[in-house]
C-alpha cells in the first residue's frame, strides 16, 4: 500500500519534530558510574573524616537540645559553630548552649576539665592506623586543646545577635552583640 505524497509528508515533518523536541527538551544525563568513580578517585583524609565525625555527632546530640552546629577548621582551631531558632538571645541561653556542648563532649564546664584525660569528641580523631605517640606525645590533649566553641543566636545586625565563644577547656566565655 503506497502513500500518499501529503502523507509522506506530514510522517516526515512528525520525524523531524521528534528530532528536535528531542534535542531541546532531553536533559543532559551524566553516568551515575562516572561521578561515583571520580568521587572515589578523590580521598577524604583522616582529617576529613574527623571533622565529618565531629559535626554528626554534636549536630546529632544537638538536635535533641534545641540547637543545629556545623564545624569548620579555620586559623589552626577546629570550630564548632552552633545556633538555635527558639533559644532567647541573652548570653544566659548563649552560654547554656555552649555548656550543653561541653557536656556532651565529656567535659565540666564549670571546671573546664574533660571527664577522662580527654574529651570524647577528641577520640573522633583517633583511628588504629595512627601511633599518636609518635605524633604528639599528648595527641588527645593537643586535639582538646583545638576544640572552640561559637554559638550564634539571633539575627545579626543592629545589635539584634549575641554571638559567645569558649575554648572546649575551658570556664572562659566571651559575649559579643551584632
Same mark, same amino acid.
Given at each position: 500500500?503506497?502513500? /500518499?505524497?501529503? &502523507?509522506?509528508?506530514?510522517?516526515?515533518?512528525?520525524?523531524?519534530?521528534?528530532?528536535?523536541?528531542?534535542?531541546? #527538551?532531553?536533559? *543532559?544525563?551524566?553516568?551515575?558510574?562516572?561521578?561515583? *568513580?571520580?568521587?572515589? &578517585?578523590?580521598?577524604?583524609?583522616?582529617?576529613?573524616?574527623?571533622?565529618?565525625?565531629?559535626?554528626?555527632?554534636?549536630? @546529632?546530640?544537638?538536635? @535533641?537540645?534545641?540547637?543545629?552546629?556545623?564545624?569548620?577548621?579555620?586559623?589552626? $582551631?577546629?570550630?564548632?559553630? *552552633?545556633?538555635?531558632?527558639?533559644?532567647?538571645?541573652?548570653?544566659?541561653?548563649?552560654?547554656?548552649?555552649?555548656?550543653?556542648?561541653?557536656?556532651? @563532649?565529656?567535659?565540666?564546664?564549670?571546671? @573546664?576539665?574533660?571527664?577522662?584525660?580527654? /574529651?570524647?569528641?577528641?577520640?573522633?580523631?583517633?583511628?588504629?592506623?595512627?601511633?599518636?605517640?609518635?605524633?604528639?606525645?599528648?595527641?588527645? $590533649?593537643?586535639?582538646?586543646?583545638?576544640?572552640?566553641?561559637?554559638?550564634?543566636? #539571633?539575627?545579626? &545586625?543592629? #545589635?539584634?545577635?549575641?554571638?559567645?565563644? /569558649?575554648?572546649?577547656?575551658?570556664?572562659?566565655?566571651?559575649?559579643?552583640?551584632?
Amino acid at each position: 500500500m503506497a502513500r /500518499s505524497a501529503r &502523507g509522506q509528508r506530514a510522517c516526515l515533518g512528525l520525524a523531524a519534530m521528534a528530532v528536535l523536541a528531542g534535542f531541546a #527538551g532531553a536533559p *543532559a544525563l551524566a553516568d551515575p558510574a562516572a561521578v561515583v *568513580a571520580k568521587l572515589k &578517585g578523590t580521598p577524604a583524609s583522616l582529617f576529613d573524616l574527623s571533622l565529618a565525625r565531629l559535626e554528626a555527632e554534636v549536630n @546529632g546530640d544537638g538536635s @535533641g537540645n534545641g540547637f543545629d552546629a556545623y564545624v569548620n577548621f579555620q586559623d589552626n $582551631e577546629i570550630v564548632i559553630f *552552633a545556633s538555635s531558632t527558639q533559644a532567647p538571645v541573652t548570653e544566659k541561653a548563649c552560654r547554656g548552649i555552649v555548656d550543653t556542648i561541653k557536656l556532651l @563532649g565529656d567535659v565540666n564546664p564549670r571546671t @573546664g576539665n574533660p571527664d577522662e584525660p580527654a /574529651s570524647s569528641y577528641a577520640s573522633l580523631f583517633a583511628y588504629p592506623e595512627i601511633d599518636q605517640a609518635k605524633v604528639d606525645e599528648a595527641y588527645m $590533649e593537643t586535639v582538646d586543646s583545638m576544640l572552640t566553641i561559637q554559638v550564634t543566636l #539571633g539575627t545579626s &545586625g543592629q #545589635g539584634k545577635a549575641i554571638t559567645c565563644r /569558649s575554648k572546649l577547656l575551658s570556664t572562659h566565655v566571651t559575649y559579643t552583640r551584632s
